[in-house]
């Protein structure tokens, strides 16, 4: 075939783009130097201020040496009874099982690091700590966990003597979970007994007893309908190995108790330490004093600081006041608080703005509203018409549904009629002929495109993604054990069944919606069933 050069389209001219030529890289470099000099001449300036931040820091992040570590009022009460348990087990050499309950970010963690920290001080060699974590490990992966922990710990505390290989690591996780644990037990006991070969007496060998403690993170995760068999060995050991064992579970869920399969339940202890909240207003105020008081060796500026955030914090009409109250009616966290200090202090330059900062609080108050952006009604507002007309249709579906579920098809089923719906009250105006010159006049159509069902699926996974629904196995809480058990079979299916099919639950109902939506929005008339 041959081509004519006439129909070839003209040649294109590049144009270059241009790129940022090596001086200006260079300017930018020279800026960032001068900047960080400019930091290191102020720094070099104010060590006294440069100290009192860095403190305060460290406070905020809580990275201050163990003995300094700030526990809050309301925390202290269940601070103490983990102190005892954990002095227990580990001094008197009792076995222990708890279960701490509370939400996320309420210092179940922290409580327990810090204690476990503050016991290692005095006494190292006399326990060993196994973290497991439900998110990660699975019932296999977690004795593997258990013995690798295990092998990492004694071998901290006696040296290289009892050193695992892979080959009896293999040989320790191979077999079922029972045999796996009694041979787990096994390794502990010998590892004591090598610990006491020195003691002489039965004496001398109690003392050498090592204690191993649990911290077992997401402990509900364990809990399902199946069979609990790692939980009822952990709880199994707690009564009947010879080494004592402390274990500390941390769950979210309130019901936890109920998940327990009836053997389980009755190894359990049956103490569930339930994490306190913030429950008024000065304990509030008070949390934030001790993040924020310094200790006065610290920096000569601190008695000046402290005295300043006192009377900030004392004044009920101060923007610092204000806002913790703000936070105290809303999210009532403190991580929240102390994420929003963190930037203030890091970015003053000063001691003068450092204070009028913390007066003025503008810094909180940008920082809440950014926030606030990416809640639910701020994505809401973001969404386009289409993937809003399908949210709403999703949401009309649920409401009428009677467990408040709906998929893909029943969401499209609702849009479709909808959108027809208004289409038929829109006059269309049909196409005329223009009898002269024979030419047709097309009327603007202005009906509601229907878009086609393969289009609007990926409507439909941006508004999953942007969690406005979850999938109906993935909802955390349940009622009762049925419930779980359901749910949990679900969840098997769950990868199985087809696209348009996958049940799902809303995260925001029909009547918020039609509190959210503009009216003037054109599918504001669609938020009333
Ligand atoms: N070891 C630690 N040192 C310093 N700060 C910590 C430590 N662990 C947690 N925190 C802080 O303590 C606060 C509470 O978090 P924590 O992890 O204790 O909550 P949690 O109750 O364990 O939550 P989750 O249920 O998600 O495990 C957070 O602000 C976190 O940054
Ligand atoms: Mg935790």
């Not at 040649?11 to 090596?22: C, D, E, G, Y």
């Not at 200006?24 to 470099?29: G, I, M």
Request: aromatic fraction near 8%; include cysteine; charged fraction near 20%.
């Amino acid at each position: 075939m041959t081509t004519n050069k006439a129909s070839l389209p003209p040649p294109v001219n590049l144009i270059p783009i241009k790129r940022p030529s090596n001086e200006e890289v260079q300017d930018t470099t020279s800026i960032l130097k001068k900047r960080s000099k400019d930091q290191e001449k102020q720094k070099n300036a104010d060590p006294d201020f440069t100290s009192l931040q860095k403190r305060l820091l460290q406070q905020l992040n809580g990275t201050i040496p163990i003995s300094e570590k700030i526990i809050f009022r309301y925390l202290q009460d269940s601070q103490q009874e983990i102190d005892r348990i954990i002095k227990q087990s580990v001094i008197q050499k009792e076995s222990h099982s708890v279960i701490l309950v509370g939400p996320r970010q309420s210092y179940k963690t922290y409580l327990l690091d810090c204690e476990l920290a503050l016991l290692q001080q005095s006494y190292n060699e006399q326990f060993i700590t196994i973290k497991l974590n439900g998110f990660i490990h699975s019932e296999q992966t977690a004795i593997n966990g258990i013995a690798t922990q295990l092998e990492q710990q004694l071998q901290k505390i006696h040296g290289n003597e009892t050193k695992i290989d892979d080959a009896s690591l293999e040989k320790i996780s191979s077999g079922s979970l029972t045999e796996v644990f009694e041979k787990i037990l096994l390794l502990l006991d010998s590892a004591t007994k090598a610990g006491s070969e020195d003691g002489d007496n039965a004496d001398g060998s109690s003392t050498t007893k090592i204690t191993v403690v649990f911290v077992f993170d997401e402990i509900d995760t364990f809990a399902g309908p199946v069979r609990q068999t790692l939980l009822y060995n952990l709880f199994d050991m707690v009564e009947h190995a010879r080494v004592p064992v402390c274990i500390f579970g941390c769950t979210t869920k309130l019901n936890i108790l109920e998940y327990l399969e009836k053997r389980v339940k009755s190894r359990f202890s049956q103490r569930v330490i339930h994490m306190p909240q913030i429950q008024t207003l000065d304990d509030m105020i008070e949390g934030v004093k001790d993040l924020l008081t310094v200790r006065l060796e610290v920096s000569p500026l601190a008695s000046n600081w402290n005295d300043t955030m006192e009377k900030e914090l004392s004044n009920p009409r101060s923007n610092l006041n204000r806002h913790i109250r703000m936070n105290f009616e809303t999210f009532r966290a403190f991580p929240v608080l102390k994420n929003c200090l963190t930037p203030l202090i890091a970015t003053s330059q000063n001691f003068d703005s450092l204070c009028s900062a913390i007066k003025s609080c503008a810094f909180l108050e940008l920082y809440n509203t950014n926030q606030l952006s990416n809640s639910l009604t701020g994505r809401l507002k973001s969404l386009s018409d289409l993937e809003l007309a399908i949210l709403i249709s999703a949401a009309r579906v649920a409401l009428r549904a009677k467990d408040g579920s709906f998929n893909f098809n029943l969401a499209y089923a609702e849009y479709e009629k909808m959108v027809k719906a208004i289409n038929s009250r829109i006059p269309t105006v049909a196409p005329t002929i223009n009898s002269g010159t024979g030419q047709t006049t097309f009327s603007i159509d202005n009906t509601i495109k229907l878009w086609l069902k393969k289009d609007v699926k990926n409507v439909w996974e941006t508004l999953v993604q942007l969690d406005f629904f979850t999938e109906k196995s993935a909802v955390g809480l349940r009622d009762n054990a049925t419930a779980a058990f359901y749910a949990s079979n679900y969840q098997f299916q769950g990868t199985m069944i087809p696209f348009d099919l996958r049940s799902y639950q809303m995260q925001i109902i029909l009547q918020e919606l039609r509190r959210a939506i503009p009216r003037s929005n054109m599918y504001y008339s669609w938020t009333q069933l």
